[in-house]
């Protein structure tokens, strides 16, 4: 058998004949950039979401950027975030001028320690960023109250958490606002990239919208100097026709980590991800970890198992981030996740049975390591 890390496949044909009808209508009505598409989908966004605003972008970086340019944040200003993030993250916060001061992960959770937060805030802080990775939300009651009682402004990361709740509420609809990514390979993908902002402040909704079209106020009288990162509207109607598959996808992907957990049940040396008690993960990646994860890498790859690292180098390890000063032993958690992970397939329409010989293969491998 052969399982690839991912398959559109299934995805692609559920929403075939709705998607090229609604390319079909697009196409008709000759009208491409920030119109009735984008109209709809902010509105069906912002309702999946639970947040009285949302702001179609052209992916999920410039929505993180934009977030942070309206909330004032730049120059002389520090942000926290995980020292595991995705790189994304920490490009935003440097993109504007602030410097990204980083935060070990919960080495359970591989989402920012709220333990933590406290030693890393000096006067210079004015911002935390969430990033609810792999799916699985950030302990958002704790890191709410530390934003508060420092009077901090907190923008989560949604990009991978789409409909994912902590305490029963969506995640991307606790900070001030927030962005996420409909990158194709996201749980809500695009065909191309994509993004939006979220958020309960109606001001920095409209001022988002102006930063998001060169800053105009109304047509050519520009109130900001803004960027164009304007959302496609033939992206946001492929969007509007998948949005609607979200509940059944996301349970789909619910039941595969489900599976995998069953099937991975006391198998040595490997550790499984962590179900927090009021998190309710969206299960973006099905993450492992092991010692021997290179190798363990190989022997899938041998018997015909995708396989990806998310991610093999830490933003503060980065070539790009070197004038930042840091060097191998600065975020210890954040290294040994970069060492021990693995991403075992997951995508919609995979089989039982695949998930099934995916596991065979983790054992197989570790019943001879072991
Ligand atoms: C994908 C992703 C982004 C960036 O989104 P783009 O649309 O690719 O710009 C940011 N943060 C996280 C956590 C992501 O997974």
């Not at 939006?196 to 050519?220: H, P, S």
Request: glycine content about 6%; proline content about 4%; hydrophobic content about 40%.
């Amino acid at each position: 058998m052969k399982v690839p890390y991912l398959s559109f496949d299934a995805a692609n044909e559920q929403v075939r004949a709705e998607s090229l009808a609604a390319f079909e209508q697009f196409f008709d009505k000759k009208w491409f950039v920030l119109g009735q598409e984008v109209k709809a989908f902010e509105v069906a966004y912002a309702e999946y979401n639970q947040t009285t605003h949302c702001i179609g972008v052209a992916n999920g970086l410039d929505g993180l950027i934009i977030a942070l340019r309206v909330l004032g944040i730049g120059e002389g200003d520090e942000v926290l975030v995980a020292s595991n993030s995705y790189i994304a993250t920490v490009v935003s916060i440097s993109d504007v001028g602030a410097k990204p001061v980083f935060v070990e992960p919960d080495e359970r959770t591989y989402n920012i320690d709220p333990e933590k937060l406290e030693a890393a805030i000096t006067p210079k802080t004015k911002a935390i960023m969430p990033v609810h990775l792999y799916g699985q939300p950030c302990e958002m009651d704790k890191i709410m109250a530390i934003a508060q009682k420092h009077n901090l402004r907190v923008i989560e990361d949604n990009a991978q958490g789409h409909g994912a709740t902590f305490d029963g509420q969506v995640t991307g609809s606790f900070g001030d606002i927030n962005a996420t990514s409909f990158y194709p390979t996201k749980n809500l993908g695009a065909l191309g990239d994509a993004g939006a902002m979220t958020t309960n402040d109606a001001a920095l909704a409209a001022e988002a919208a102006k930063v998001r079209n060169y800053g105009f106020e109304k047509r050519y009288y520009c109130k900001y100097k803004g960027m164009n990162s304007r959302l496609d509207e033939c992206q946001a109607a492929l969007l509007n026709v998948k949005l609607k598959y979200m509940a059944t996808w996301t349970a789909e992907r619910q039941q595969i980590a489900k599976w995998y957990r069953t099937a991975l049940a006391d198998v040595p040396g490997i550790i499984l991800p962590y179900n927090h008690p009021k998190a309710n993960s969206v299960n973006h990646i099905f993450l492992i970890r092991t010692e021997q994860r290179d190798q363990l890498q190989s022997y899938l790859r041998e018997h015909g198992v995708g396989t990806l690292i998310h991610y093999p180098v830490p933003p503060h390890l980065q070539e790009a981030y070197q004038d930042l000063g840091y060097q191998k032993g600065d975020f210890p958690i954040a290294e040994k996740l970069a060492d021990t992970s693995l991403s075992l397939p997951v995508f919609i329409g995979m089989t039982r049975e695949q998930v099934n010989y995916v596991a065979e293969q983790v054992k197989a491998f570790c019943l001879v390591r072991a």
